[in-house]
């Protein structure tokens, strides 16, 4: 099992410019999350979703997108990238009969 | 609104010791609760988890205690060793979905 994946691990844009971020695991697991993490801050929910076919908003959703094409797949988008959007993203994902949230290893994005 | 909050944004050990790292929060209805690992330019890593109705639970090195009544969580990592370096976040869950609150987290640095 390769767990959580996250593609690409790292990317710089322009500001304007759009991105998807992409997100896949291999576990069954129902839910699926996209954070944020900043310098000295904790992470930080941007949306997830519950399960196949819905999508919901969390703490800072404000300038992206989601899209769960799949029970596997999870994409982040950003239509119109800002320099406060530079910033670490991670994936997660869960077992709806647990509560632990498994980790992707993260892309860094870098918003000129 | 809710939060979850470190005592020490830094602590450094010297190997062989015992590690403490405090987090309280503050949303008395959360009844999940949740420590990770973090390593420089890697995802979170679960480390060990426990429910309000514990207040205890123990893990290979690593012990949690909850105190509901001060709402005070922490994390104890016995005989503490240079891999132990990293920076320890908790994160509190109070509704269904599994929507986690993380708090800053704390850098360990252990001292050969």
């Known amino acids: 099992n390769a767990g959580v994946t996250q593609t690409p691990k790292f990317q710089v844009l322009k500001t304007g410019q759009s991105m998807t971020l992409q997100c896949a695991q291999d576990?069954?697991?129902?839910?699926m999350y996209w954070y944020r993490q900043d310098p000295g801050m904790g992470l930080r929910l941007i949306y997830y979703?519950?399960?196949?076919?819905?999508?919901d908003k969390g703490e800072v959703p404000n300038g992206y997108n989601v899209s769960r094409l799949n029970k596997r797949e999870f994409s982040l988008r950003l239509e119109s990238a800002a320099p406060s959007q530079t910033s670490v993203y991670f994936c997660?994902?869960?077992?709806?009969?647990?509560?632990?949230?498994?980790f992707g290893p993260g892309t860094r994005l870098l918003v000129l | 609104g809710e939060s979850v909050g470190l005592h020490l944004p830094t602590l450094s050990v010297q190997e062989g010791d015992n590690s403490i790292i405090n987090c309280a929060y503050s949303?008395?209805?959360?009844?999940?609760f949740i420590w990770y690992k973090q390593e420089s330019g890697k995802g979170p890593q679960f480390i060990i988890d426990?429910?309000?109705?514990?207040d205890k639970r123990q893990g290979q090195r690593v012990t949690v205690l909850l105190n509901k009544t001060v709402k005070h969580l922490s994390l104890q990592i016995a005989a503490t060793q240079p891999g132990d370096s990293a920076v320890y976040f908790c994160?509190?869950?109070?509704?269904?979905?599994?929507?986690?609150?993380f708090g800053q987290g704390t850098e360990l640095s252990v001292k050969p």
């Open positions: 997660a994902s869960r077992w709806s009969g647990g509560e632990t949230q498994y």
């Open positions: 576990m069954n697991h129902n839910s």
């Open positions: 979703s519950a399960s196949e076919g819905t999508t």
């Open positions: 949303n008395s209805a959360s009844d999940y």
């Open positions: 426990i429910r309000s109705n514990m």
């Open positions: 994160a509190e869950q109070y509704n269904q979905g599994g929507k986690l609150i």
